[in-house]
Each structure stands twice: as structure tokens, then as C-alpha cells.
């Protein structure tokens, strides 16, 4: 199907179910829409007992016809925010609902006989249950691989279409139900309840019916509830105060109860009303086209607030991969011969180190031309035992390695460790490097310096984070010497070095005791006790079922710097928020300018001084105000769904710019408006 042909079923889709959505229950939810929802059944009503001459004959049946018209759109307006929102998300959701499949599981009942198994329905496996998958064969539900390593296809659920692997063990046993073995097979063990499956969560999250509201919205809509509460107090003690001023003037009552229900949807913050829950799920369905699965509502919202963010080093402040970045050499050795020596030993070395060790001796002294096959090369390779690899070239014994390791090694040879070998390798650990140390035939050569590499523009980000307000902390398992000389070139405001999961938890137990919401990455086991500690817990999702289950988001890119779009995400969805409630209350001012004096001014003709806007008639007034009433709505809906733009400057200077763009705005926007549409329509009044 084409993208045209999917925009346009989406639009029909989305029209029907604003539609759908006049009903009494579904308009029950939005309190502040559901008055203007019974202000349009009143007038409707009216305009019926009108066409039987029941009616306090002020207005026209034309007139409280064209009025219960206007509150009707803007009921539908509000029901359009809300559809297009969910649009959306059931877009998103039609897409993995087509990688969901019922396929056949091959469930094993004893894990040490795995070719001995039964051929079920996937959707029948429970929690417990083990099955085996093939390569070619989609996995049927949720697990942790308990036997085996494969390359998995996850693009249904990531839409990234390079192979990831799983294996038993370690942190990346989690596979989704969805996805697809493309090589090997894997022995999984379903992890969850029947109908509870990562699949199943995502898509109830993605097509909004599991979105619940969250506190900050919750409070915002009793706020504007009682707003509204007050707008019908007072229209009332209007109605009231018409009729006595009437009959202490001797005279029968000039003010409609059709221009007293116009006055209070006019009054009603109905701006933000209508669009609050559009902006929600538009902040959802947001995260989740960043590839974040948000389990609750109350996560993002909770994202907005964040002030203290903890990040692993290794992906997301470094590429992961420490490279070679100086030779230094000692004892009269010259750095040339260093290199020449540092390169024979890492020709087979396939490591990032390894391979970065051959391209600096490249580009320092042009050493190449060296053919990994020759019979010459006899080439040790890297053990845990020995922490040590290189080569045996010409007669030559050539090694690289860790300086404890290699200080035994030519001590056992009966050569000497000299102290300045010993200073070059403190050096480069207090320089924030891991050193390395050569030696050939027992003797050092000197040291290479590798180094964790910054990513490019990270600096830059934690100044903006630092500018937000939020404070940043590297978490390593470096020691404080390295830990303290990354944080200090990363720009990072404090840092966790040696970290287990028991100094993680403690680390944000402490910052939440002093008032702060924290957030952190994780993607193992040993994770999930800090993960179930934050605020806002993002897990990978290629990491294990612990992680996923403790964290409150799950990053389908399992990428540890998508922390930082979560919070932007989640700022701007607070700011889209609050910059349109300004908004709405601000733009009720011009309305009253409108609407008062028109209402009032045949009663109290000094009232006239009071339409600034030099507004034609009552009628017009009435009408141009409630016209824009609804009009703002469905303008401002690509804003809601769309988001503020933010930006990364400090809390008060950005109230302060919302303020000038969304209260200024507020206030002389609907003057221009409302002005242009009594223009309009002060020719038309005459056929009311």
C-alpha cells in the first residue's frame, strides 16, 4: 500500500472515531470539553422549544441554531485533537501487529533431551515453558536463551535490519517474541504470563488503551475543572443579577440565557481542555518513534522533571573501544623502534586496541607491507592467564600486555623493570589511558597509551544538560585515578568509579533523599536493583528479562545515550503543556472584552466603552467569540502534537521566553482573530 493510500485511510479512520467519540462516556473523560459537550445539548434544546415558540424571544431561532452549531464543532474539534493523536499510535501499532504472528512452538520437556519435543501453538506456551528455535523460525513469545548463540533479526520490533546476537548467559539472553533466527538455533525459557508479552504491552502502549493519566496531567485537569466550576457560578449569578437589575428597572430581562452559555464556553479554559489529552498521547507516541517503549505515562512525565542523570561510560560518553593514542618509550629506546615492535605483536590482534595499535605505527613511521600469513610470524594470542599476546618473529620474542603481567614476565627472564618504565605506565593511567607495555626478547621497549575516545559533541551536550539544570554522573568500573581524568575531559559534574550494583543503588538513594529525580541506563542483572531504584529507568533491550522488568522504559535501540532524547522528550511534552495552558488562559481575556459588553451594554449603555474591538453588534460579538473559541483548537493542534520546540537553556529563562510568546501571544491573538471574523460575519447577522 502506498504512503498516500495509508494517509488517507488514516484520515478517514481518524474522522470516524471523532466521531464515535459523542458519546456520553467518552465525553464524561474530558470534564472541562463535557461542559461545553452539555452547554451544546442546552441549546439544542432551546433551538427545539424554539421552533414551538418556547423562548424568552431576545434571540432568534437562526441565532441559537448558529450557536449550538459552533458548540458542537468545537466538541468535535476537541474529539479531532484526541483521534489524530491516537492516529498515530495505532499506525505505529498496525506495524508490529503485522510481525506478530501465531506460529508453531517446539516446546521441550526435558532440557537435556532438546531434539525430543512437541509442536504447540505459540500463544499456548506458559511462563516456564521451554522451547527450541531454529534458524529461519520466527521465536513465538517472550524468553531468556537458556542453551545456545544466534544471530536474531529484531527489525520487526526495532526497525533495524542489522542481526543482533543472543546467547546464553551474560547480558544479552533476552529475546522478544517477533522476531526472527537467522542462523544457529537457541533453547529459550518464556519469561512471561500468557497475553503479557513485550509485543502485547507495546502495542497497548502504542495504541494509547493503556495510557493512564499521569499526576502532573491529573492535577492540571482539577485545576481547570475548578476554572470552569467558577465560569458557572459566575454566568449563573449573572443570569440572576440581569433579572433583579431588571426589575429594580422596571423593565423585562435583556439578557439571554443562549448569550449566558456562549459567555462561559467562552470563559472555560477550553484551549487547553481540549487539547490536554491530545498532548499526552502525542508525547507518547513521541518516545515510542524514538524507539522507546514508555510502560507508563507517569515515566515520561517524570523524564521532564529529571535533575540528576547517571551514565555508564563505555557507548555513551566513549565509543567502547579504547585506542592507541602515543608510543613512549624508555630506557634509550627510541619510539620507531617501539612502534615497529608494538605492530608486529598486534598484526593478528583483531581487538579495536589491537587493530588501532597497526594504524598508528601506519601513520606515525608509514611501517606496512607486513603480511599476516607469512610462515615467519608465529603468533601468541591474548589469555586471561597470561594477560599477555604478541609474536615470536626472526628469532625474536616480541610481547605486549598489562604492566603487572609483563613486569613478572621479564623479571622471570631475568631482566630489569626499571622505574621509568614504572613512571611512564602511571603516567598514562593518571592521564585517563590504560597502558600497555612492549618488550622484545625480555626487554622493555616502552609503553602504548590507550585510550578511552570521547565521543565528539558529548562536552557539548552535558554543557546543555548542565544549562537545564541537570546534573551529570559517570558510572565506571575504572579505577578513581582513570575515572577522575575521563570525567574531567568529558565534562561530566561528578562521576562513580569501581561501581557494583550495590554503589549504584546507594548513589541514587542518596540524591533522592535530598529531593532529586534521578535517571539511569542499564541493560544487566546486576542493573535491575538500581534500575528499580530510579525515577526514570531506561533498560536495553538487548539486555537481560531483569533489566527490562526493573526499568519503567525500554530503548528497542539499546542505545545508552538515548537517555538524553528521553529527557528532551520528556521536557518538552511539560513545556508543550504548560506553553498552551498560558495560551488558553491568556486568550480568555480578549473574549471577555468581546462577549461582556455585548451581553450587557443594552442594560448598562456605559459598557460600550468597554469594545475596544469596535465590534458590529451583540450578535456579532457573541458569534466572532465563540468562532474563534473553536477555531484556536483545531489551529493549535499541530502544535500540540508536534510539541513545543525546546531548547537547552536555563528553567527561568525559558518561563520567561513562554511567557512573552504564549502569554503576549495569548492575549493579542484573539483580539486580531476575533476582529477578523466579525468582519466576516457582520454581513451575514441580518439572515439570524
Not at 185 to 191: D, M, R
Not at 250 to 267: D, E, K, T
Not at 331 to 347: C, K, P, R, V
Not at 469 to 490: C, F, L, R, W, Y
Amino acid at each position: 500500500m502506498t504512503n498516500t493510500k495509508k494517509k488517507i485511510l488514516l484520515n478517514i479512520d481518524t474522522l470516524k472515531s471523532s466521531i464515535l467519540k459523542f458519546n456520553f462516556k467518552d465525553e464524561l473523560n474530558n470534564p472541562v470539553m463535557f461542559l461545553v459537550y452539555i452547554s451544546g445539548l442546552m441549546t439544542t434544546l432551546l433551538f427545539i422549544l424554539s421552533l414551538f415558540n418556547v423562548s424568552d424571544h431576545i434571540v432568534t431561532s437562526g441565532f441559537i441554531a448558529t450557536v449550538a452549531i459552533i458548540l458542537w464543532v468545537t466538541c468535535w474539534f476537541s474529539n479531532l485533537a484526541e483521534a489524530t493523536a491516537e492516529g498515530r499510535g495505532k499506525a505505529q501499532a498496525a506495524t508490529l501487529k503485522a510481525s506478530r504472528k501465531d506460529v508453531i512452538a517446539h516446546r521441550i520437556t526435558d532440557l537435556k533431551h532438546p531434539d525430543q519435543y512437541t509442536d504447540v501453538s505459540g500463544p499456548t506456551l506458559e511462563k516456564g515453558d521451554a522451547f527450541l528455535v531454529n534458524a529461519g523460525e520466527q521465536i513465538p513469545a517472550d524468553g531468556e536463551v537458556v542453551v545456545g548463540a544466534a544471530s536474531v533479526d529484531e527489525s520487526a520490533i526495532t526497525g533495524e535490519s542489522a542481526p543482533v546476537i543472543r546467547e546464553a548467559g551474560g547480558d544479552r539472553s533476552a529475546v522478544t517474541g517477533g522476531t526472527t533466527v537467522l542462523s544457529d538455533h537457541l533453547i529459550v525459557k518464556v519469561t512471561q504470563e500468557r497475553g503479557h508479552s513485550f509485543l502485547d504491552k507495546m502495542i497497548g502502549m502504542v495504541e494509547g488503551a493503556n495510557r493512564q493519566k499521569t499526576p502532573n496531567e491529573i492535577a492540571l485537569e482539577i485545576f481547570l475543572i475548578a476554572l470552569s466550576l467558577i465560569f458557572v457560578l459566575v454566568t449563573a449569578s449573572l443570569f440572576t443579577y440581569s433579572k433583579f437589575s431588571a426589575v429594580l428597572m422596571g423593565r423585562n430581562n435583556p439578557i439571554s440565557i443562549v448569550w449566558l452559555i456562549a459567555l462561559f464556553v467562552c470563559l472555560a479554559p477550553t484551549t487547553i481542555g481540549a487539547l490536554l489529552s491530545a498532548i499526552g498521547i502525542a508525547g507518547m507516541s513521541r518516545l515510542n518513534a524514538a524507539n522507546v517503549l514508555a510502560m507508563s505515562g507517569r515515566a515520561i512525565e517524570a523524564a521532564g522533571d529529571v535533575d540528576v542523570l547517571l551514565l555508564d561510560k563505555t557507548g555513551t560518553i566513549t565509543f567502547g573501544n579504547r585506542r592507541a593514542s602515543d608510543f613512549i618509550p624508555v630506557d634509550g629506546h627510541t619510539q620507531e623502534d617501539l612502534a615497529d615492535a608494538a605492530q608486529l605483536a598486534s598484526l593478528a590482534d583483531e581487538t579495536p586496541e589491537g587493530r588501532s595499535i597497526v594504524v598508528l605505527a601506519k601513520e606515525k613511521f608509514n611501517l606496512r607491507g607486513r603480511s599476516v600469513g607469512s610462515d615467519q610470524y608465529q603468533f601468541v594470542p591474548f589469555t586471561a592467564q597470561t594477560k599477555m599476546s604478541g609474536v615470536n618473529y626472526q628469532r625474536h620474542e616480541i610481547r605486549k600486555g598489562a604492566a603487572q603481567n609483563i613486569q613478572q614476565y621479564v623479571e622471570i627472564h631475568k631482566q630489569q623493570y626499571s622505574q621509568e618504565t614504572a613512571a611512564a605506565v602511571n603516567k598514562v593511567a593518571r592521564q585517563g589511558g590504560t597502558p600497555l607495555v612492549v618488550t622484545k626478547d625480555f626487554v622493555v621497549l616502552g609503553v602504548i597509551a590507550l585510550k578511552d575516545i570521547i565521543k565528539p559533541g558529548v562536552k557539548e551536550k552535558f554543557a546543555d544538560l548542565r544549562k537545564m539544570g541537570i546534573q551529570t554522573i559517570m558510572i565506571t568500573g575504572d579505577n578513581p585515578v582513570t575515572a577522575a581524568a575521563i570525567a574531567a575531559e568529558a565534562g561530566v559534574d561528578d562521576f562513580l568509579s569501581q561501581a557494583t550494583p550495590e554503589s549504584k543503588m546507594a548513589t541514587i538513594h542518596s540524591y533522592q533523599k535530598k529531593g532529586h529525580l534521578v535517571a539511569m541506563t542499564g541493560d544487566g542483572t546486576n542493573d535491575a536493583p538500581a534500575l528499580a531504584q530510579a525515577d526514570v529507568a531506561v533498560a536495553m533491550n538487548s539486555g537481560t528479562q531483569a533489566a527490562k522488568e526493573a526499568g519503567n522504559m525500554v530503548d528497542l535501540d539499546s542505545s545508552p545515550t538515548k537517555l538524553i532524547d528521553i529527557v528532551r522528550i520528556g521536557k518538552q511534552l511539560l513545556m508543550t503543556r504548560g506553553s498552551l495552558t498560558t495560551f488558553s488562559i491568556a486568550n480568555d481575556i480578549s473574549k471577555y472584552f468581546a462577549i461582556i459588553p455585548a451581553i450587557f451594554m443594552n442594560m448598562y449603555p456605559q459598557l460600550k466603552i468597554l469594545n475596544i474591538m469596535q465590534l458590529s453588534s451583540s450578535t456579532s460579538a457573541i458569534l466572532s467569540a465563540l468562532i474563534f473559541n473553536a477555531l484556536i483548537i483545531v489551529a493549535l493542534i499541530p502544535l500540540s502534537l508536534k510539541g513545543v520546540k525546546y531548547r537547552e537553556v536555563p528553567a527561568v529563562k525559558l518561563l520567561n521566553h513562554n511567557l512573552v510568546i504564549y502569554g503576549l501571544g495569548g492575549l493579542i491573538v484573539p483580539f486580531i482573530g476575533i476582529k477578523l471574523i466579525d468582519l466576516v460575519i457582520a454581513p451575514l447577522i441580518g439572515v439570524l
